[in-house]
C-alpha cells in the first residue's frame, strides 16, 4: 500500500506542500528553523504529549493509546514491533491537530530477529568488525519492521560478576568497551539517520550502572569522583561522540543523587562539558522512582526535578504529563525548560526523517510471514558466534572431536533453543534457533551418533524456579526425579566415547533483575557431572552463562572446557564448529572469571598496593586470601586455542616520548602448533611513578591475527602521550612524566616487558 496519501495528509495539516521546508532556503540550520517553527503552533498539551513514551500494556490497552495518539499525547512508543502495529499507530496521527510523526523504539541488543551471542560474547570476539556485522544486521532487521531507534549499546563497565545485567555489558575494561560501543553506534545509524535501513543508538545506562553495590540491579553506586571519571564514564563519552542520537539515563544514584535528578551528570558534563546534543530518555519508570529514592516527597516534586535535571522523553509512567501543567502554573518549571524538552524531541524525529516521510522505515510490502526463515541472516550469525567462543581448557588435547564419534549429550541446557538466544532476545523465535544438541547432531550427520539425556533439571528450588518462570514461561521442569534423570545420562555416557555436557546459567538467570548471590553452577547440575566423571569417560563441559561463573571445581573435574554464552540463534551450529575443530577457538574473556564469589570484585586493572601479593613469595601481611589460592582462575584476555602462539618481548622505537610524538611498540607473535589459528594480541601500559596511585596494567590496543603453522608476524602498536593520560585529584586530566611499562601478551598475566619515559 502507497504512503503517499497518509505522507500528503500530514504534511498539508503543518501547512506544508511536499517537499517544503519551514526554514528559510538560507538558514545555516533548517532542522533547528523547521522545529521551531513548529513548536511555536503547539499547545502546552501538545508539547507535553510529546514527551510521553508509551508501552502497550494491561493498564495501558491500544485503544486507549490510538485515542490518546490522536488527541496529541503520545510522542513515541516502545515494544511494539510488527510493521501492521507500527503502522496502525502511525495512521493514527494524522486525526491529530498536528499530526506530528511518532518513533518507535525497542531493546534491539544483540540482535533482532537474528539473534547474536550476548554482549559478553561479542565482547569475546575481540573482532570490531564482527561486533559491527551484529549491529548492522541488528539495524536492517529492525529498521525493515519499522523501528527507529534501539536502546543500545549497553556500554556500562562491569566488575561485578553477581549483577544479572553484566551479560549486556561488553565487560570490565574502559577502554575496549569504548572502542565497541562507538563501533556499535556507527553499525547502527550507517553514515545517514534518514536511511530507511538506519537505526538511531541510545547509549545506556548513564552513568555508572555497571557499578551497583554488591551487584543488586536498581541499587546505588558510591564511589570517587577520579574513578567514576576515569574508569566508568570514558565510554558513554566515546558513544557520545561516535553520533550517538539518544542517551538513556540510569535508574541507580551516583553518590547520593539519583542519575534522572542529577543536575551535574546531565548538564554539567554531559551537556556542557562533552557539548552533547542528542535526545535525554528516562529508564523505565525511573522518574516516579525519584520518590523512593528519597530526594523527592511526591511525584510532582519528582517531575520536576528530572525535568530541571534535563530528563526529556518520560519512559512508561506519563508523570510529566500529570504533573507538568501544573508546576508550569505554579512557577515551579519555565516554559522556556518544557520547550527545550520538547525542542530535543523534535528534532529527532527531523534527523530520523520521519517528518519528510513518517513511515520511511515501512517501506514496500509487510512480509506475509512477519517471522519468515528468510528474514534471518544465519551465516554472519554463526560465524560471528564461532569467534566468541573461548576455549578455557583442553587438557591432553581431547578438542576436537572426531565427527566419526559416538557421543553422549547430556544436561539441562543441552537441547533448550530458548536459552541459546540468551537475554534480551528481541524478535527472536526459539524455534528458529539452534540448541547445542541439534547443532551436534547436524554436524555428525551420516558419520557418527549423539546419544541425548536432559540428565538433571537446572536446579531444584522451587522459589527460585517460579522466580524465573514469573515473567516467561521460560525453564522447563522434567517430573523425574534426579536419579532418575543422572541414571539416563550415566547409561548414555558408557555407550559414547565421550561425554558432552552443556550446563550453567539459564538466560532468565543472567537477566535485568537476576542479581545472583553464588555465582557457581547449580548443585543439581554439580551432581550430574560427578555422575558423568565417575564413568571414566573424557567429560567436555560446554557452559551457557551470561556472567563470569566460580568454576573451580568444574576445572578439576572436566577434561575440557568451552566458554559458549548464550550464542544467539545459531549457537548450536557455532558450538559444534568449534567441538569438531572445523572452527579453531580464538575468543579471549573480557571478564575476570574468579574462584570464589568471595574474591569479587576481582578485575585485571586494580591499582597498585603498597603491599602487593606475590605468589613466587607469599608473605602473611600482604594484599591476600588466606583460605584459597589467590588471583583469578582465569584471568581477563585469557583463551586457548588448538593450536599455540609465542609472543617475542617488545621492541621500542624509542627509549623516550615527548608530547605530540608517537612511540612504537614491536613484536613478533609466531604459530608454534601444528594447526591454523587466530589469536589476540594485547597491549598493556603501567604508569610507575605518578601524583595517584595508578592500575598495574591497562588495556591500549589489540590486534587479532590468523596464522598457518610456523607462519610469523610482526606487529605494531603505537603508544601516544594520550594513552597516558589520567584523572588526578583535581579530575584534570594530565600525563605526567616518569617511566612507563609496555606489556604484552596473549592475556593480562602472561605478559613480556619494556620500558620508556615520557619526557
Known sequence: MSNAPRLTALMLGLGLAIGATLAPAQDADPARAYVDALLAKMT?????????????????PKEAIMADIRAGKVGAMFNTVTRPDIRQMQDQVVHSRLKIPLFYAYDVIHGMRTIFPINLGLASTWNLDAIATSGRI??????????????????????EPRWGRASETFGEDTWLTSRIGATLVHAYQGNDLRAPDSLMASIKHFGGYGAVEAGRDYSNVDMSPQRLMQDYLPPYRAAAEAGAGAVMVALNSINGVPATAN????????????N?????????GAINELVLHGVAKDTRDAAEQALKAGVELNMHDDVYGKQLPALLAAGKVTQAEIDQAVRDMLLTKYRLGLFDD????????DPVDTNAESRLHRAEARQVARESLVLLKNEKAVLPLRKGATLAVVGPLADSPRDVMGNWSAAGVAAQAVSIRRGLENAVAGQGKVLYAKGANLLDDRDVLAYLNSYEPAVAVDPRSAGEMIAEAVAAARQAEVVVAVVGESQGMAHEASSRARISVPDTQRELIKALKATGKPLVLVLMNGRPLALE?????????????????????????????????????TMTFPREVGQVPLYYNHLSSGRPFD??????YTSRYFDIVNGPLYPFGYGLSYTTFDVSAPQLSSATLKQGDTLTARVTVKNTGDRAGATVVQLYLHDVTASLARPVKELKGFQKVMLQPGESRELDFPITEADLRFYNNDLKLVSEPGEFKVMVGLDSERVREGSFTLL
Do not use: C, M
Open 44 to 60: 502546552l498539551e501538545e508539547k507535553i504529549g510529546q514527551l510521553n513514551l508509551v508501552s502497550v500494556g494491561p493498564d495501558y
Open 138 to 159: 541488528s539495524a536492517i532487521e529492525a529498521a525493515a519492521d519499522g523501528l527507529d531507534l534501539t536502546f543500545s549499546p549497553t556500554v556500562d563497565v562491569t566488575r
Open 263 to 274: 543536575r551535574w551528570l546531565l548538564q554539567d558534563l554531559l551537556r556542557k562539558d562533552w
Open 276 to 284: 552533547y546534543q542528542g535526545l535525554l530518555i528516562s529508564d523505565h
Open 358 to 365: 513518517p513511515y520511511r522505515r515501512l517501506q514496500g510490502q
Open 553 to 589: 571445581w568444574e576445572q578439576e573435574q572436566a577434561n575440557a572446557l568451552l566458554e559458549a554464552w548464550f550464542p544467539g540463534t545459531e549457537g548450536g551450529n557455532a558450538v559444534a564448529d568449534v567441538l569438531f575443530g572445523d572452527q579453531n577457538p580464538s575468543g579471549k574473556l
Open 615 to 620: 605468589a613466587a613469595k607469599p608473605n602473611k
